[in-house]
T-cell receptor, first 114, second 110 residues
Framework: DTGVSQDPRHKITKRGQNVTFRCDPI?????LYWYRQTLGQGPEFLTY????????KSRLLSDRFSAERPKGSFSTLEIQRTEQGDSAMYLC????????????FGSGTRLTVV | GENVEQHPSTLSVQEGDSAVIKCTYS??????FPWYKQELGKRPQLIID?????GEKKDQRIAVTLNKTAKHFSLHITETQPEDSAVYFC?????????FGTGTSLTVIP
C-alpha cells in the first residue's frame, strides 16, 4: 500500500449536516495536500500544509470548509452545512519537502450529500 | 493561475499499439510535470514525472517528453497491454500545488 490513509472511505450525509474527514500521511512526509475530484474531472487543489502550517488555500475552499493539521501529522477536513454540490471524492496526498515532488495520494473519501 | 489542457479525452488502441496523450500548460513558472494513472474507484498513482531541465524521460514502456518553449508535454505508452486501461491525468506545477488536466480514458482492446 502507498501509506496515505483516509477515513472514512465513503460518507453519505444529509444536506445541511457537518462532516469531517481524516487523512494520515506517510510518516516522514512534511507536506500534506487536500484535493477534490468530481466525476470525469482531474483533482482540484483545495489546500496544503507544510508541517502544521496551512500555507495555501484555493478559492474553492469556501468559508464552510476548514482544514487542520494540529501536530504536523494527520489532518482533518471539515465541511459545514453541506450542500449537494459538495458531493465529490476528497483526496489527500503527501510529499517530502525536499526532493519529493511527486505526490502519494490516499484512496480518498467519497462524499455524497443527499 | 495555471491552466492545463489534455487531449484526447478518450483513446482506444489495439493491444500492442502505442498510445499518446498530450497536454499543454499556460504558466511558464511550472517546472514539474507528473503523470498519474487512475483505475476505476482507486487513487491516482504516479507513473512518471519530468522536470523542466529535462526534455525526455523513459521508464520501460512509458516515456514523457517536454517542450518548454511550446509549453506542452506528452505521455507515450508503447506495446500497450489491457492492464494499461485506465484514466490518465497530466499535471503541471511548481512544487506547492499541481493543476491537473481533465483526464484521458484509455482503453486497450485485446
Amino acid at each position: 500500500d502507498t501509506g496515505v490513509s483516509q477515513d472514512p472511505r465513503h460518507k453519505i450525509t444529509k444536506r445541511g449536516q457537518n462532516v469531517t474527514f481524516r487523512c494520515d500521511p506517510i510518516s516522514e512526509h512534511n507536506r500534506l495536500y487536500w484535493y477534490r475530484q468530481t466525476l470525469g474531472q482531474g483533482p482540484e487543489f483545495l489546500t496544503y500544509f507544510q508541517n502544521e502550517a496551512q500555507l495555501e488555500k484555493s478559492r474553492l475552499l469556501s468559508d464552510r470548509f476548514s482544514a487542520e493539521r494540529p501536530k504536523g501529522s494527520f489532518s482533518t477536513l471539515e465541511i459545514q452545512r453541506t450542500e449537494q454540490g459538495d458531493s465529490a471524492m476528497y483526496l489527500c496526498a503527501s510529499s517530502l519537502l525536499v526532493g519529493g515532488w511527486g505526490y502519494t495520494f490516499g484512496s480518498g473519501t467519497r462524499l455524497t450529500v443527499v | 493561475g495555471e491552466n492545463v489542457e489534455q487531449h484526447p479525452s478518450t483513446l482506444s488502441v489495439q493491444e500492442g499499439d502505442s498510445a499518446v496523450i498530450k497536454c499543454t500548460y499556460s504558466d511558464s513558472a511550472s517546472n514539474y510535470f507528473p503523470w498519474y494513472k487512475q483505475e476505476l474507484g482507486k487513487r491516482p498513482q504516479l507513473i512518471i514525472d519530468i522536470r523542466s531541465n529535462v526534455g525526455e524521460k523513459k521508464d520501460q514502456r512509458i516515456a514523457v517528453t517536454l517542450n518548454k518553449t511550446a509549453k506542452h508535454f506528452s505521455l507515450h505508452i508503447t506495446e500497450t497491454q489491457p492492464e494499461d486501461s485506465a484514466v490518465y491525468f497530466c499535471a503541471a506545477g511548481a512544487g506547492n500545488q499541481f493543476y491537473f488536466g481533465t483526464g484521458t480514458s484509455l482503453t486497450v482492446i485485446p
